[in-house]
């Protein structure tokens, strides 16, 4: 997996990449940081200058983005800020996306700061997003942050039409998302026939999300996420949700200070089509001071099913100060499957080697009773740990 990671870095990196670009400062299309003036026009007018091969720069300063900024149909182009630079809504913002990206190889954002209008982690204000990429491929989104979004600081999915590009290779790697309802993989647009998958071979690795929830979600199969190093902490809801997605590994996460589920994983009730999904692993994360752990759904009450979802794997994580306060009982569980099926539910389950406490009002494990295939070994319960926070 480290490898994995530091090869999609590279590639998105490579001295001879950026030696070829092309390079242009917005300042040079007219925009004027720290004004108070709208920079929207000097902006478009500086992606929309985009070759394939090249570059913008984005100076320090604050720019104030009154219109929706865009980027299509380009290839092995970036927009590299630099320490400073600030892109925020202005009160009076036309449109839904600060930046709306569709049909694009090889794009590069890093190192910019992003700003919305809401603090959609606290009460969810729906449409007012940051970065939308449709039907992209081997993205890169680097070094930023986003804070105060009322929806989705990034969704990063695939255009919501029959017969489009499916969005596949995104690492989103070491940005700060703060204050917003979700960042996502689901494409709010589908509906009716018109189901699309979301982002394939998608990477989160060392981000953190702060009273923001990370959501994978499909309405169609989707195959492989990699979830990795990330720090999950002040979430009101589920901090890491995931639903259509084959081949989810996630690992070596922190999760802290959530009130809500650390990890939920279900069928999604809006796709019209049955869904083949499975190969989950969790490992090697850490789950402290919450309330709930980690909850799966396998099957809902209106799908159609005739093969058990296969492959579940929990193993090597450490449950510290859960302590399922104030929730039904059915929840009252660090680690629980669950289905709605008739007959069905999970097949092959391997949960070993968990370290948990268990004297704050949560029981260790509740399995589905049409669970089958299922291993468990060497879960131990540990003393309760008290840490001490510092004044």
Known sequence: MHIKILVLITSFFSPNMLAANISNSVIHFGAIPNDGIDDSVAFNLA??????????????????????????????????????????????????????????????ISNLHFIGLFNGGDTPQWGKQGIYLASTTNSMIANNTFDNFGDAALRITTSPNNNVTESRNATIINNQFSNCTQVTTTQSQSSGDVN????????????????????????????????????????????????????????????????????????????PYPVKWGDIKIA???????????????????????????????????????SCTGVENKYKQLIRTYSQHPTLSFE??????????????????????????????????MPRVLKKIKP
Do not use: M, W
């Open 47 to 108: 992606l929309s200058s985009l070759s394939d091969n090249s570059n913008i720069t984005i100076p320090p300063g604050e720019y104030d983005i009154c219109n929706t900024l865009f980027i299509s149909d380009s290839v092995n182009i970036a927009l590299l800020g630099s320490k400073g630079a600030i892109l925020k809504k202005c009160p009076n913002f036309n449109g839904e996306y600060l930046l709306y990206v569709k049909r694009t190889e090889k794009l590069n």
């Open 284 to 322: 090697d994360n850490t789950f402290d001071n919450s309330t709930l752990g980690i909850r799966l759904q396998s099957f809902s009450s209106s799908e159609v099913a005739d093969i058990a979802i296969q492959n579940l794997s929990i193993t090597n994580n450490v449950f510290l100060n859960i």
């Open 196 to 271: 699309v998958a979301s982002t394939h071979n998608i990477t989160f690795s060392s981000n953190t999300f702060d009273n923001c929830t990370l959501k994978l979600c499909a309405r169609k199969a989707t195959e492989e996420a990699t979830i990795f190093n990330n720090h999950f902490k002040n979430n009101k809801g589920t901090a890491l949700e995931s639903c259509y997605y084959s081949n989810l590994s996630i690992s070596h996460n922190q999760f802290e200070l959530n009130s809500g589920f650390a990890i939920n994983i279900y069928p999604n009730t809006r796709a």
């Open 348 to 381: 092959n389950i391997t949960i070993n080697k968990n370290k948990f406490t268990i004297n704050q009002g949560c029981d260790f494990l509740s399995l589905d009773a049409k669970d089958s295939h299922i291993s468990i070994e060497d879960n131990k319960s």
